[in-house]
């Protein structure tokens, strides 16, 4: 909801930072504490990717320029050479394979330290495999397509390189399109390790080690969650910039704020207060750019946006993240 034109920025200052400071931060819960409809509606998507080198190292450039400047070789690295014009079929295939991870991250929230794993919720199982669906057919079709034309874009390549093309060798085209990968893979609700996997471990460790699982298991999905808060904080720093250092502002960037308001709602699964209330916070920050008409109308809103941003990262410093 935008900021009624009758209720000033002092006022909404005052009244938004009372319910921010009253976040509760206790938000490491166990099991127990968590909406357990919640958690066995949570499935993990894994999205495993390869893509060819597309650049190669231009050696003797390399050699030139340690002999000129004088330089030491491990001081300086070699420059590289693009192997295909942009725009092309390869950069097609790049972009349908990147976008997918784009479209992951968008749907669903990061697994800390699993790089290409997002938590996504069940119900959007059918639409994010018919995401992959298409795209894989699209990149099948692009690289049947890369195929037919390598010897062309090998060439339209080396032509863009002049001189330089006596320096690079380009793959066979089986090669480089044998390093294409690109495949989503469905993992089960995060939880921690159950049954008889530890049955031949000693009673007491294995208790000891279900308890450390399942509390690992509900750290990583809050820490997920709580990472939204990091990425906020990005970009509120951006929006600050843009208020104050910049020429002409733009609408969009001031929409940014309610993107991220949406993006935090719509993401917070477990409803953690801390998450909730940044959530209300910029929703209420998000205003029209016909409202902040003077410099200093546009300093004064930074510095509210500025103060929701150290409050945030107060929260995330308060729970070790």
Known sequence: MDIPPTLSHHMLNNTTNNTFNNINTNTHM?????NLNTINSIVSARLITGKPAISAALERQHHHIIAASGAESSAVRAPSARLFAKGGLVSDAFNIVNGMG?????????????AG?????????DEIQREFDTRRDQLDALIAQIRNQYES?????????????????????????????FELRWLGQPAGIEGTVLGAVSRETAARIRASSAQNANSMLTEAHLNLISTAVEEMGD???????????????LDKLAKLSDDLQRKNWLQLP???????????LHV????????????????????AQRQASATLAELGL
């Open 102 to 114: 784009v479209y992951l991250r968008k749907k669903g929230n990061s697994v800390p330290d699993m």
């Open 239 to 253: 929006v600050v910039t843009a208020l104050t250092q910049g020429k002409r502002l733009r609408q969009e960037r």
């Open 117 to 125: 794993t997002t938590y996504q919720l069940a119900t959007d199982i």
């Open 30 to 34: 166990n099991t127990n504490d968590m």
């Open 288 to 307: 029209q750019a016909d409202e902040l008409p003077t410099e200093d109308d546009r300093k004064n809103h930074a510095k509210q946006i500025a103060a």
């Open 153 to 181: 874009l090998v060439a339209s390549g080396m032509a863009s390189l002049g001189y330089l093309r006596m320096e690079v060798e380009y793959p066979a085209v089986e090669q480089f399109l044998s390093d294409f990968r």
């Open 274 to 284: 801390a998450i909730s209330a940044l959530a209300d916070k910029l929703r209420q």
